[in-house]
């Protein structure tokens, strides 16, 4: 009799441990399977609604439209020169743009380095050179020294010309601002309405810029319709001085094409690239470093004479 006992013992041991999993622990089961669908269902959501490129672009609209700044760099090269310009963009505390320019241009002598830094506000310009080294000579054969008109601030007489900088670089193909929620969607409705971007969604690529991934967007800019709209974007910012802008002036114009290419995840733009050949670089989004206005000047058009009188 204890033998017989003994072995109903070891037969319950062996059924007891080659009992599944899932039949032991049905709760635990059901909660790991649902787990497991929530993951997988937000995987798929990612996938096909938020990293679809429309909502990736519109989202980048929006972006750009509510920073409190941001710094691009664009590269241009052209007959044997390169210019580099490097503006930081700034909303808060106060609106400036702050750009320092870099030119060298190989010549027969050798190579002409010019470095100039700029800062614009929403009344005036202010402009000096850093560096001028050029292999021009002088009539007695000496290289021209330009020592004397560098590091001078030259500011602009608002009177005379109205300020062009801070225009120039937020009323630029991809614009930037930070408006309210209001103003951002009057905006973006009227880009929308008025097709300013024609994107060329059958066209985007998903691609890596420095290990993010990104989509690049083929776009076609309406010259017209957009400088509607960035009359629009200057009242809102403060730029008074856009009699000049009229869209009906840009009617005849070919459309600007560009590929703009967006972060899938931060929604920002990484880089554009014109099919002049010019490239642009985004980088410090959000970040809004105070850009300091220039103490001591002198009138820009006096720089520019003591600069000329040197040739």
């Given amino acids: 009799m204890a033998k017989k006992s003994t072995t109903k013992s070891q037969e319950n041991v062996t059924l007891t441990d080659t009992t599944p999993f899932i039949i032991k622990h049905k709760t635990a089961t059901t909660i790991i399977g649902a787990v497991l669908l929530v993951i997988i269902s937000s995987t ?8 679809s490129p429309e ?19 664009r590269i241009t090269e052209q007959e044997g020169a390169k210019r580099e310009d490097i503006e930081q963009v700034s909303f808060v505390p106060e609106a400036a743009v702050r750009t320092l320019q ?8 050798g190579k002409n380095t010019i470095v100039t830094e700029s800062i614009g506000t929403r009344d005036n310009d202010y402009s000096q050179f850093i560096k001028i080294d050029v292999t021009e000579k002088d009539e007695s054969g000496k290289k021209l020294n330009y020592a004397t008109v560098e590091r001078q601030w030259g500011k602009s007489d608002a009177k005379e010309q109205p300020a062009q900088i801070f225009r120039g670089t937020t009323l630029s193909p991809i614009p ?3 408006l309210d929620q209001s103003a951002r969607k009057k905006i973006i409705a009227l880009m ?6 024609d994107v060329q969604y059958a066209g985007v690529k998903s691609v890596k810029i420095k290990g993010e991934d990104a989509l690049a967007f083929p776009v076609k800019i309406n010259s017209e ?11 809102y910012i403060g730029i008074k ?3 000049d802008l009229n869209p009906a002036d840009f009617k005849d114009q070919p459309p600007i094409e560009v590929t703009i290419t967006v972060g899938k995840l931060s929604r920002q733009i990484l880089e554009v690239t014109y099919t002049a050949g010019q490239k642009e670089t985004y980088s410090s989004y959000g970040l809004s470093e105070p850009i300091k206005l220039p103490k ?3 009138s820009l058009n006096a720089l520019l004479q003591k600069a000329e009188e040197i040739r």
Avoid: C, H, P
């Fill in 44 to 51: 798929i959501w990612i996938r096909q609604v938020y990293y």
């Fill in 55 to 73: 909502l990736v672009f519109n989202a980048m609209i929006e972006n750009n439209l509510s920073t409190n700044g941001v710094t691009r760099t």
């Fill in 102 to 109: 870099t030119i060298n241009q190989k010549t027969e002598n």
């Fill in 176 to 178: 930037f601002a930070n």
């Fill in 192 to 197: 929308k309405e008025s097709k300013a971007y």
């Fill in 225 to 235: 319709k957009y400088v509607g709209v960035l009359k629009e974007i200057a009242k």
């Fill in 241 to 243: 001085n856009t009699d």
């Fill in 296 to 298: 001591t000047t002198i």
